[in-house]
């Protein structure tokens, strides 16, 4: 089982930055595929980016491609997200998930088995 609590969300001006944090716990975390979702309102959840905690490949979705940046720290206990040059599109709640084992799809939500409860980010 794995808990995964995000922080982080706030509101920031267009151009700005924000970073996304993720504490994930449980026993089996070391062996999961890691990604962020966001909703907005009136809209399907949808894939932002993902890492594999094995080899460490990164995916982003194209509309966030060289202004987000994924990450985890040594110790694989605490998802990033690093997001900048925030527009007003970018504006969601945002939610980390964790696949268990490592599935393909990453940007599916049925991929995912745990998700967090969500932070709010407006631009």
């Known amino acids: 089982h794995v808990q995964l609590v995000e922080s982080g969300g706030g509101s920031v001006q267009a151009g700005g930055s924000l970073r996304l944090s993720c504490a994930a716990s449980?026993?089996?975390?070391?062996?999961?595929?890691m990604a962020w979702f966001r909703q907005a309102p009136g809209k399907e959840r949808e894939g932002v980016a993902a890492?594999?905690?094995?080899?460490?490949?990164?995916y982003y979705a194209d509309s966030v491609k060289g202004r987000f940046t994924i990450s985890q720290d040594n110790a694989r206990t605490t998802l990033y997200l690093q997001m900048n040059s925030l527009k007003p599109e970018d504006t969601a709640v945002y939610y980390c998930?964790?696949?268990?084992?490592?599935?393909?799809?990453?940007?599916?939500?049925?991929?995912?088995?745990?998700w967090g409860q969500g932070t709010q980010v407006t631009v």
């Open positions: 449980g026993d089996t975390y070391s062996r999961a595929c």
């Open positions: 998930a964790a696949s268990i084992p490592c599935l393909p799809n990453w940007n599916e939500t049925r991929t995912y088995n745990y």
């Open positions: 890492i594999y905690t094995n080899d460490g490949t990164t």
